[in-house]
């Protein structure tokens, strides 16, 4: 008999955690619930959803572009014509750069035949003149308005300044050496005497008399 009443007391004997192998811990949340809370399959997908623009409004950007392309193809091929142009209009202008010295001797030799301007040197060289000038134009090629003419740093290089007193300040007064242009390019300024208004006399220092 005692051996039954001791089989039964082992028998109503309390599980431990370590007889059962689990761990019951009543606080530990769902895996369920722990799955809602790191983040719900609906709100990813919402995340992952993006607006897509309609057919209207991608036509619209589509025109856009093409007409931004459209635009910035115009303006290419309107400045290669320009620069087409420049290169062909200033195709000469290291050449000619060159002619001016020859001129400059060509002219003060037409001075000085001009003081027999009944001579067949004369006459020859003014026809020779008309040709230069005349080909110089063709070319886009003209001489700077100077003498009597207001001085234009732009243009103009000043030599020297003297008084006069016909003439305000600031007016050229003669040419010393011929200027060009080609078109809006300056070849060469021209070399010019400029006047200026007439200074005045320092006062003579008057000389002490040697006692």
């Given amino acids: 008999m005692q051996d039954d009443s001791s089989s039964e007391a082992e028998n109503q004997k309390p599980l431990s955690e370590d007889d059962s192998g689990e761990d019951l811990d009543l606080e530990r949340p769902p895996a369920a619930e722990s799955g809602e809370a790191e983040g719900s399959p609906v709100e990813h997908e919402e995340e992952e959803e993006k607006v897509e623009p309609s057919p209207e409004e991608q036509a619209a950007e589509w025109r856009e ?4 392309a459209a635009a910035d193809l115009e303006n290419f091929r ?3 014509e320009r620069e087409k142009g420049e290169a062909r209009r200033y195709a000469n202008q ?10 400059d001797n060509f002219h003060m030799g037409l001075e000085a035949a001009s003081a027999d301007s009944e001579s067949m040197i004369f006459k ?5 003149k008309k040709q230069l000038d005349d080909f110089l134009a ?24 003297e008084d006069c007193e016909d ?3 600031g007016i050229v007064l003669r040419v010393i050496r011929r200027g060009y242009r080609m078109g809006d390019r300056l070849l060469r ?7 200026r208004a007439p200074q005045p006399e320092e006062p003579k220092q008057e000389m002490e008399e040697n006692a």
């Fill in 78 to 80: 309107k400045r290669m």
């Fill in 65 to 68: 572009r093409a007409i931004r």
């Fill in 189 to 195: 300024p021209a070399n010019v005497v400029v006047s």
């Fill in 94 to 103: 290291s050449l000619l750069e060159e002619l001016l010295p020859v001129l």
């Fill in 167 to 169: 003439s305000p300040e």
């Fill in 138 to 161: 063709g070319q886009g090629v003209e001489e700077i308005p100077a003498e009597e003419k207001i001085f234009d740093p732009a243009v103009h290089e000043a030599v020297t300044q």
């Fill in 124 to 128: 020859g060289m003014e026809m020779v």
